[in-house]
């Protein structure tokens, strides 16, 4: 174990899928798409994936939705999609390997003191405003089968989450149920801070994905990157701000649309949006009440639904207000999270920042794996083996 005698959960970490798009993506592409995807596959020789997919209007001709199927000027970049080798915000050099090879990452892991890591992937929610859905949803079918087998090599240390594709849930809930059964190292669904349109997350269409989440006992994973879609509001922010706007914008979609009361058994993670905002946000929305002609499938007040272990939240390891967070709100919500490989990591120091901070030992105990274990409890079955 890897924090005096206890586990260490990363439940936020990524794949760089676009390092190498052909490794992730060439072998497990549906045939039918395979031409579509030779046709994209090409366009990312010279230009980023968001110059290709979602509007940029400098770049985009006229009655052109997806800009790969047009012609367009290059711009600067590389065939990977990467901008050079990456480096922590500690000045750490991150080996780019760790995308493809499972290796690397769990060297990395163990450097960094960290039993068990969850990935997100870094790009694809983005290919939400694609203007063929179908598309979308066989690149995401792609990215899945592409993390089991990856995820397969790290004998359940490696843990992966599936891309909802919001414009098409049944394909959805059948990417979940599948996954859910055929592969232990699953851990659910990631979902945008807000739909493709804008719209909140208490939108019924997504209320067959909740209910297959809640029924298998796998949490929604909310997460989102500025200044791509599906984007959320005020998206000109600076991006620490946008971030935290991001998490208020879909927490309050969450609590106020009832969607807590609606599927009491379901759990929801907030990642990547920090936790010093959260205690304010708590004051403000226990402020709608059950009672609320604004909020109808409101039973609970956001406070209890947050004590019931509905709720968590990522914490960044460096963030100012952690301890305030904690006394604020208690400690049994907050997640430990790294964003490796990313630029902003703080790898391979994170535990060593928890560990230093002025928290009480159960709180670094409960933060750093334990509280994990409650949001996916197949966690459980396998930490310390």
């Known amino acids: 174990m890897s924090y005096n005698g206890h586990p260490v959960i990363d439940m936020d970490s990524h794949l760089f899928e676009g390092w190498d798009w052909s490794r992730t993506f060439d072998a497990n592409m549906d045939q039918e798409y395979r031409e579509k995807w030779a046709d994209l596959r090409k366009g990312l020789e010279t230009k980023s994936l968001g110059n290709l997919v979602w509007p940029r209007a400098a770049n985009r001709p006229l009655g052109v939705l997806d800009a790969f199927a047009g012609q367009i000027q290059p711009i600067r970049g590389n065939a990977s999609g990467s ?15 760790t995308n493809w ?20 992937c870094s790009y694809l929610d983005g290919l939400c405003w ?30 992966w989450l599936a891309n909802a594709v919001i414009r098409d849930v049944p394909e959805a809930v059948a990417q979940l149920r599948h996954w859910a059964e055929h592969d ?77 009361d609606l599927f009491p058994k379901l759990r929801v993670g907030l990642f990547e949006s920090g936790c010093g905002w959260l205690p304010w946000a708590m004051e403000k929305l226990d402020a709608l009440g059950p009672d609320n002609p604004m909020t109808p499938n409101l039973k609970r007040t956001p406070s209890e639904i947050l004590e019931g272990g509905q709720i968590f939240c990522s914490v960044e390891p460096d963030e100012t207000f952690v301890e305030h967070a904690v006394e604020v709100l208690g400690e049994d919500i907050w997640l430990f999270s790294t964003d490796y490989p990313h630029s902003g990591t703080p790898w391979p120091d994170g535990v060593s920042m928890i ?30 083996k």
Request: some cysteine.
């Open 83 to 97: 901008h050079g080798t990456p480096n922590s915000r500690r000045g750490s050099e991150i080996d780019p390997a």
């Open 101 to 120: 090879d499972p290796a690397v990452r769990l060297r990395d892991m163990d450097r960094a003191s960290i039993d068990i890591s969850v990935i997100f």
């Open 130 to 159: 694609m203007q063929d859905v179908g598309f979308e949803a066989a690149m995401n079918r792609a990215y899945h089968r592409y993390m089991s087998d990856y995820c397969a090599e790290g004998e359940g240390r490696l843990r």
């Open 184 to 260: 232990e190292n699953f851990s659910g669904v990631f979902l945008p801070r807000a739909c493709p349109d804008g719209t909140m997350l208490d939108t019924p269409l997504l209320h067959p994905l909740f209910a297959a989440s809640q029924e298998l006992d796998l949490p929604i994973w909310i997460h989102g990157g500025a200044y791509r879609p599906p984007l959320t509001p005020w998206v000109d922010a600076t991006n620490g701000v946008y971030h935290g706007i991001g998490g208020l914008y879909a927490l309050h979609g969450l609590i106020g649309g009832g969607v807590f």
């Open 355 to 384: 560990a230093e901070r002025a928290l009480p030992e159960s709180a670094k105990i409960k933060l750093l794996g334990e509280n994990a274990r409650r949001l996916l409890p197949r966690l459980g079955s396998t930490v310390g």
